[in-house]
Nanobody, 125 residues
Framework: QVKLVESGGGFVQAGDSLTLSCAVS????????MAWFRQAPGKEREFVAH????????GYTDSVKGRVTISGDKAQNTVSLQMNTLQPEDTATYYC??????????????????WGQGTQVTVSS
């Protein structure tokens, strides 16, 4: 069974950096791009960043612009999220996502076809 596997979460202090990684396991998928979403307790799942393989275009939610960088490898179907200057409000479960079709609205979680189980990021003040 093909699945996405995230790694790299943890407990850090405000101002620290963290890199999350995600890879496809159990098979291969032809994808159009990959993304990261996050969900804090009691809140809805929120878009963080995405990368589109064609042209390498990336997009970020406003709250992480300048602090976060998404990168990936289409051939390997892997994606990473480099997060700098982490703040307590970045605390959430971070989910990797992949889509096997074009997306009109990459920030819309419903347009992503495959999801990982999530990795916890906790930022202490």
């Amino acid at each position: 069974q093909v699945k996405l596997v995230e790694s790299g979460g943890g407990f850090v202090q405000a101002g620290d950096s963290l890199t999350l990684s995600c890879a496809v396991s159990g098979g291969t998928l032809s994808s159009y791009g990959m993304a990261w979403f996050r969900q804090a307790p009691g809140k809805e799942r929120e878009f963080v960043a995405h990368i589109r393989w064609i042209g390498g275009r990336t997009g970020y939610t406003d709250s992480v612009k300048g602090r976060v960088t998404i990168s990936g490898d289409k051939a390997q179907n892997t994606v990473s999220l480099q997060m700098n200057t982490l703040q307590p409000e970045d605390t959430a479960t971070y989910y990797c996502a992949l889509r096997t079709q074009p997306a009109a609205q990459p920030a819309d979680w419903s347009e992503w076809t495959h999801w990982g189980q999530g990795t916890q990021v906790t930022v202490s003040s």
